[in-house]
């Protein structure tokens, strides 16, 4: 069965940092781009950052270039975000998602999402 | 490139047949998927390509369109598919989302 896992989430202050983790089962997660989504409070879905298969290429939403880090470890089946600099604006629930094979031709779409951790900025 | 959806909301019947549009602010070919969220769940990939209906999603789902303009086709509105509804352009990072069109029920 194919599945995703995050962790992390919570509470945290304004300016503090947190990590995030999901974990995969059930396909061969080193063959596939990884995505992170979040959502805020009553808004809609934003794109945050993709990965690579291998980890080499990684691409970042303007709002959180620079503060958040996407990463993976292939050999734990686990992607990875950092995030520093934390603002209320980064209150939301936060969904790793798989995305295409490393052949596909094109970003592609996110066929399997986790249930999502939810991180709180509040002081 | 900024995406567009339209209705914002509807309101709809069981039964009805239903039209979302999606549009985008530059071509985008056909690199646009479609996702359904519930209330509380993660979202889920109904269309991709525009057109392609994901494994396992009902037949009375269907996407259409190229260029900019898009649009998600319910045939016959099931008690299940009272949501909202997203499109996502996967032509060029960052891989916007529309802002949402959420389906009521009337």
């Known amino acids: 069965q194919v599945q995703l896992v995050e962790s992390g989430g919570g509470v945290v202050q304004p300016g503090r940092s947190l990590r995030l983790s999901c974990v995969a089962s059930g396909f061969p997660f080193s063959s596939y781009t990884m995505h992170w989504v979040r959502q805020a409070p009553g808004k809609g879905l934003e794109w945050l950052t993709l990965t690579s298969y291998d980890g080499v290429n990684k691409y970042y939403a303007e709002s959180v270039k620079g503060r958040f880090t996407i990463s993976r470890d292939n050999s734990r089946n686990t992607l990875y975000l950092e995030m520093n600099s934390l603002g209320y604006e980064d209150t939301a629930v936060y969904y790793c998602a798989k995305g295409v094979m490393w052949n596909f031709p094109g970003l592609g779409y996110k066929d399997v999402w986790g249930k999502g951790t939810a991180v709180t900025v509040s002081s | 490139i900024q995406m567009t959806q339209s209705p914002p909301s509807l309101s709809a019947s069981v039964g009805d047949r239903v039209t979302i549009t999606c549009r985008a602010s530059?071509?985008?070919?056909?690199?646009l998927n479609w996702y359904q969220q519930k209330p509380g769940k993660a979202p889920n990939l109904l269309i991709y390509g525009a057109s392609t209906l994901q494994s396992g999603v009902p037949s009375r789902f269907s996407g259409s369109g190229s260029g900019t303009d898009f649009t998600l086709t319910i045939s016959s509105l099931q008690p299940e598919d009272f949501a909202t509804y997203y499109c996502?352009?996967?032509?060029?990072?960052?891989?916007?989302f529309g802002p949402g069109t959420k389906v009521n029920i009337k």
């Open positions: 530059q071509n985008i070919i056909n690199y």
């Open positions: 996502q352009e996967s032509y060029s990072m960052p891989m916007t």
